[in-house]
């Protein structure tokens, strides 16, 4: 009778999987567990507890605060303070034309020159950004994808300006074109050309600049729009397979292109369960593990490695008490770091206004500094291995993201969904769901729905972009194509449109309109001729 | 006494800006809400905007911006709309929008602007006490 009473009060909790959630876990929630088959020292398959066995006791995860001004000198002086304060990577940012392939004076770019990153019209932009910082001393990592061939081409040509050969360059470049079409809309064109331009990134990297991460499927921005947290890491892992298979069918070995895939993937956000966020991880690095082995048959240990880098998720971020979003950022950092996350990036308290002031990015820096140096997390590898909970929850977790990947597979693939625009639709209804029960109370947001003060000064310190950027940026562009040998550039472009035609590999014909000093625009206007446009599923 | 006329409701993306998660919630919102919802897609210029407008007969345009460049179209936005002689339509703009620019946003005859944290229900409230205050 006692106990009745007793287990009426307890307040009922159920799992992001909808499964109910026990007060406490023992050994009954881990029957048969053989810890060689699920879990295994940390560095051996199937990495359950870590890709590598020492961690972050050999080297800290990659503290990267994701930054872009508006203009490449400004870019070029923000990389040189952060490098000054102790950052270990670059990140770089494009403005909106440079992400979809318009240059400066294009009519549709007019209002987003220089406004979410750098405008880069030429590679004359690309040199300026990265003068004086030597290439062979950092990792830089690009948030890019329709025109990732593009700026990976303008790297390697300002590397072996430095005298820097391309196979020592490091760095991740997004490349990861499919998630676009989901969340963030920087498609050019349709999907099956993209997938193509993808593979030519991955089999070029392979062969010239083993060192970087061709490719970064990233489940953040999936999350963004509305997938929950295990979701995200299944559609991302759905999207890879699909790279996998383009890669594969032009003869290469999965042992070749499987090391260079690696993953982004959201920490925290609107639907944060601190335990279910690690526990889903680990079981991603389980899942994929045995994918790679399994299924396309890998023995490489690097092919079976589930390497990500998080990104602490903005859309938990809150507008109000934005100081708040400090606390939050700081438990996100956490269970990433919990999670075995190979680098990380926090999104900053001031984000809901605008790009980060310099304050906010230092304090995310800080937060992860404060994290690696002061508390002692990053000295156990995987420290909550063998927790009941945890590993119940990793279980659980693996088993969920195999089932949302096979359910894709038998609804015709991800890409199908795409193009219909199924996925979209389905995706921004729970975001509307999870909108609604926020608006209602029943989820929780501190600041918002609870604890509550009145109407408070929102006032903080923004950046803004300095409106001279355009004028600047359009000047240096009509420089460029003044003193540019026009005839060159034409046979430049001529040769990549045959080559495109042909369904060459097109990283190798990037090279020489580049230094012809064709820009960004003509490339893709070239390219448009052959692919054609995306025509966006606009049905809500 | 002659049946209510359903609200008509054009959101819309202009620019290059492609976060349209906001928008589409907003649109789950007004129709739950009764409003009859039309959604343009993404990277829209102000006349293609204004023209569906016009052929729609929509009495409000919502603009969803996440870019920053929410002046600089609003200014163009409002220019195209009294051209076209649309000036009963509420215009109204969201997205990821600084305080101080609420005001400039305003100036340039905007009528309503919503930033990214502000509640689907202060927006419904604001198209319904507002459309029926136009329409007099």
């Keep these: 009778m006692a106990k009745k009473a ?25 029957p048969d567990f053989d810890y060689k088959e699920k879990l295994n020292d940390p560095g051996e398959y199937p990495f359950t507890r870590g890709v590598y066995s020492t961690m972050y006791r050999s080297s800290l995860w990659t503290m990267r605060q994701y930054s872009g001004q508006s203009t490449s000198d400004s870019t070029n002086e923000r ?37 979410l990153g750098v405008a880069v019209d030429s590679l004359d932009d690309f040199e300026r950004i990265f003068d004086g910082i030597a290439l062979d001393q950092i990792s830089t990592s690009f948030t890019i994808n329709a025109t990732a061939p593009i700026i990976l081409a303008m790297y390697v040509l300002v590397a072996q300006k430095q005298g820097v050969e391309p196979k020592r360059l490091r760095g991740t470049i997004q490349n990861d074109i499919l998630k676009e079409y989901i969340a963030r809309g920087t498609w050019i064109f349709p999907p099956e050309p993209s997938i193509k331009l993808v593979g030519d990134l991955v089999e070029y990297c392979n062969k010239e600049i083993p060192r970087f991460n061709a490719i970064s499927v990233s489940g953040t921005h999936i999350m963004e729009y509305g997938a929950n947290t295990v979701q995200a890491v299944a559609l991302a892992i759905s999207i890879a397979e699909v790279y996998i298979r383009e890669v594969l069918k032009r003869g290469s070995r999965i042992d070749e292109i499987a090391p260079l895939f690696s993953f982004h993937l959201p920490i925290g956000g ?81 984000e ?77 209804r ?11 109370g029943e989820k929780v947001l501190v600041g918002v729905n609870k604890f509550k003060v009145k109407e408070e000064e929102r006032d903080l ?48 014909y990037l090279f020489e309109p580049l230094t012809a000093k064709a820009t960004i625009g003509e490339i893709i206007d070239t390219l448009k001729k052959v692919y054609g446009t995306f025509k966006e599923p606009t049905t809500v | ?22 928008a589409k919630v907003l649109i ?82 905007v009528h309503g602007v919503f930033p990214s944290h502000a509640k689907l229900e202060e927006i419904s409230a604001f198209i319904k006490e507002n459309v029926k205050q136009a329409r007099g």
């Excluded at chain 1, 440079?98 to 294009?106: E, F």
């Design chain 1, 352 to 428: 809901v206004y605008a790009i980060p002031s310099d304050l906010a990015i230092r304090t995310s820096l800080r937060v992860q500094q404060i994290l690696a140096y002061e508390t002692g997390v990053a000295d156990v590898v995987d420290p909550l291995g063998g927790s009941y909970y945890v590993e119940a929850l990793t279980d659980e977790m693996e088993a969920k993201i195999g089932e949302i990947i096979g359910k894709i597979e038998s609804d015709g693939g991800i890409v199908k969904m795409i193009e219909s625009g199924a996925i979209q639709r389905k995706l921004a």
């Design chain 1, 461 to 508: 310190e923004v950046y803004k972009t300095d409106p001279e950027t355009i004028n600047r940026q359009l000047q240096r562009l009509k420089a460029v194509k003044e003193n540019r040998d026009q005839q060159k550039v034409e046979n430049a472009l001529q040769q990549l449109e045959s080559a495109a035609g042909r369904g060459d590999n097109l990283i190798p």
């Design chain 1, 79 to 115: 990389f040189k303070y952060l490098l000054k304060n102790g950052q270990t990577g670059l990140s770089l940012a494009f403005d909106l034309p440079t992400q979809i392939g318009l240059d400066s004076d294009m009519p549709l770019a007019e209002d987003d020159v220089g406004k």
């Design chain 2, 28 to 109: 789950f919102w007004l129709r739950d809400q009764g409003m009859e919802v039309i959604y343009t897609g993404l990277r829209q210029s102000v006349e293609q905007v204004v023209e569906v407008a016009l052929q729609e007969a929509v009495d409000v345009i919502g603009v969803s911006i996440l870019s920053g460049s929410h002046v600089s179209i609003a200014k163009k936005l409002l220019k195209r709309i009294h051209e076209r002689e649309l000036d009963d339509v509420l215009v109204l703009f969201g997205g990821t929008i600084p305080k101080d620019d609420i005001a400039v946003l305003k100036s340039t005859g």
């Design chain 1, 270 to 350: 609107r639907d944060f369960n601190f335990f279910e966020d690690i526990a889903r991880l680990r079981g991603a690095r389980r899942y994929w593990a045995k994918l790679m082995k399994e299924k396309y048959g890998a023995q490489d240990k690097r092919s079976l490695q589930f390497r990500f880098s998080t990104g602490g998720m903005g859309g938990g971020l809150t507008a109000e008490q934005p100081l708040n979003n400090i606390a939050r950022a700081s438990i996100y950092a956490m269970a990433a770091v919990f999670s075995g996350t190979r680098s990380l990036n926090l999104a900053c308290f001031d």
């Design chain 1, 430 to 440: 729970q975001s509307y769901a999870i909108q609604k029960r926020i608006s209602s």
């Design chain 2, 1 to 22: 006494m002659e049946t209510k006329k359903t609200i008509r409701v054009l959101i819309a993306k202009i620019g290059l800006d492609g976060h349209d998660v906001g």
């Design chain 1, 6 to 30: 007793s287990e009426t009060e307890v307040r009922p909790v159920v799992s992001i999987l909808g499964t109910p959630v026990k007060c406490f876990y023992g050994p009954e929630d881990l």
